[in-house]
């Protein structure tokens, strides 16, 4: 990085971002985050990227997760609800910590779930620009074009031009941006390659997924803007992110986290671009998701349809609105359409709008075809949706065994369709048994809470009525017995209710359980009040359905005592 800075933009940096460690660096990395990683650029500059985890079985599995917004009628954006509505997709991460380099290791491990050895779910990452792309990172990467391509010698380093180049990227293409994005990962694969994550990187090197700079998908880019793995499920389908104001459980003004239009009436005096890390950051540590430059993604439109995305591709997608959107305007999951090209021909800009990078890689290398083939293989299985069925009594496999050893080519055509269809639908109903199964594990957590409550109630009615006898007040007393008799009911009931979840629970498999309790624990971690009650209710929980799949009985005075202890 250089070390003389022009005056205008240490002034700046000074008046907007005292606060900031040391470390800061004003160009790149204005307000540095605990689990930054970085990637260098030329010239001593570099490009930072934040983390985004899904717990995940491997490479093959996926996470649920719901894009866009269901608009009410009368709301603002109803009208829209064919491009921004609410719609299901899917989402994973390419890389384990052991595919990234060991420096990022460093910086990502301790942001992580804690592994035990015994969870079966891994946090799968996928890593996304902490800010969006300046003026400043774009120049410096286009610069190197030409000696990338034979055509000569990269050009010299040039002083930064003050507060302008930490201005975002604008008035580009969508083909600029993947441009630029091509010609950073060619300057990254020719002098920086060990630096960058190889998917598959446990395996031989030469077999792994090499990493390289990409535009994110749209998936990917709102799953982070709205807080990824950093929020819980209800917060994650919120209209905007949460925005926690300290000693206040109401959401902080969105001026605080954004850069829009602020005049009423929306006449767009006084808005206008600013530079990158001017605000707060996101759940995740992302900058400027809501407002500032829109951002390109790397799918082409399509419209909403029956809550998924409709069969036509459109124009480019653009995502987070802009600096001169309106407030109410705003919401994470809003996204437009533009044309590619412009009316003369030329490739379409627009002056709000610019990107953010993203990282991939390959989604199959050869160093994962083993582990890939294996996930694929339990895909669609009867024998994963309960213990009851052996596997070898599976009848997927049973039905894969007779397509095998059939001498006729028509019969084997007709079978494996009737197999494949099998297995999509069994598939089908395992994400749904694991759902239920999370929800079980949930609300059986909810359920040994109350128990807590109402034992916690019948003590302090039982201090009331020896109190009440004591003074002789056999009145008083004798209302205590009754309400002390209707709460003795009421954590009975709640006991049994607790004991029939036992029994659902030993419904699905253990690996479900497994899978759904460590997802079960992020989730109730997140509730700022009772998480760390509920997951160590849901703890005991588990164990008492693994004790009940054993003995087919559960004793209620035990598991009461259990409940009930400190």
């Known amino acids: 990085m250089y070390k003389v800075l022009s005056a205008t933009l240490v002034l700046s940096c000074l008046a907007g971002a005292a606060w900031a460690e040391p470390d800061a660096d004003p160009l790149y990395n204005p307000k540095p985050l605990e689990g930054d990683v970085s990637l260098p650029l030329p010239c001593d500059g570099q490009m930072v990227f934040r983390h985004v985890y899904v717990l995940a079985k491997g490479s093959l599995d996926d996470h649920e997760v719901t894009l866009g917004y269901p608009f009410s009628e009368g709301e603002p954006g109803y009208q829209q609800s064919f491009i921004s509505g609410y719609r299901r997709d899917y989402i994973n991460g390419q890389f384990t910590l052991s595919d990234l380099s060991k420096d990022w290791q460093a910086k990502v491990r301790g942001e992580l779930p804690k592994a035990d050895g015994v969870t079966p779910l891994k946090p799968m990452l996928y890593f996304i620009g902490k800010y969006e792309v300046t003026q400043r990172q774009y120049d410096l990467v286009m610069a190197q074009a030409p000696s990338l391509a034979g055509e000569g010698e990269p050009p010299a380093c040039e002083a930064p031009a003050g507060m302008a180049g930490r201005l975002p990227k604008v008035n580009l293409s969508r083909f600029d941006a993947e441009r630029f994005a091509a010609v950073y990962s060619a300057w990254l694969l020719k002098h920086h390659r060990d630096l960058l994550p190889i998917s598959g990187r446990s395996g031989k090197g030469e077999d792994g997924g090499q990493a390289f700079v990409r535009l994110p998908t749209e998936v990917e880019w709102e799953y982070a803007a709205r807080g990824g793995h950093a929020v819980s499920r209800q917060q994650l389908e919120a209209r905007l992110f ?325």
């Open 242 to 566: 949460p925005r926690p104001v300290e000693g206040s459980d109401s959401d902080g003004p969105l001026g605080d986290w954004a850069v829009f239009n602020q005049v009423a009436g929306g006449t767009g005096q006084n808005a206008r671009l600013l530079p990158i890390g001017l605000k707060k950051p996101n759940p995740v540590g992302l900058f400027d998701v809501i407002g500032n430059a829109a951002e390109m993604v790397q799918e082409s439109f399509q419209l909403v349809h029956a809550g998924r995305r409709q069969g036509t591709y459109g124009g480019f997608v653009v995502k987070g609105g802009n600096y001169l959107e309106g407030e109410m305007t705003l919401f994470t999951g809003m996204r437009r359409e533009y044309p590619l090209f412009g009316a003369d021909g030329t490739e379409q800009r627009n002056e709000t709008t610019g990107f953010r990078v993203s990282i991939g890689a390959l989604s199959a290398p050869r160093s994962r075809y083993k582990e890939l083939f294996a996930q694929w293989k339990d895909e669609g299985r009867v024998s994963t949706l309960t213990d009851e069925i052996d596997e070898d009594q599976d009848a997927t496999k049973l039905l894969d065994g007779l397509i095998a050893n059939s001498d006729d080519p028509q019969l084997r055509d007709r079978l494996a369709i009737v197999n494949e269809e099998l297995k999509r639908s069994v598939s089908l109903i395992a994400k749904q048994r694991e759902d239920a199964a999370g929800n079980l594990i949930q609300s059986a957590a909810l359920v040994a809470e109350t128990i807590n409550n109402y034992n916690i109630r019948l003590t302090n009615l039982r201090k009331s009525r020896d109190e009440a006898r004591s003074a002789k007040d056999e009145a008083s007393a004798k209302l205590f017995e009754a309400a002390m008799a209707n709460g003795q009911s009421a954590l009975d009931g709640a006991l049994a209710i607790y004991i029939d979840n036992l029994a659902n629970g030993t419904r699905y498999s253990n690996a479900v359980i497994q899978a759904q309790f460590q997802r079960t624990k992020e989730e109730l971690a997140r509730k700022p009040v009772l998480g760390k009650s509920l997951v160590t209710r849901a703890t005991l929980f588990v164990r008492h359905v693994g004790e009940y799949r054993k003995n087919r009985k559960a004793d209620a005075d035990v598991i009461l005592k259990q409940l009930l202890a400190p």
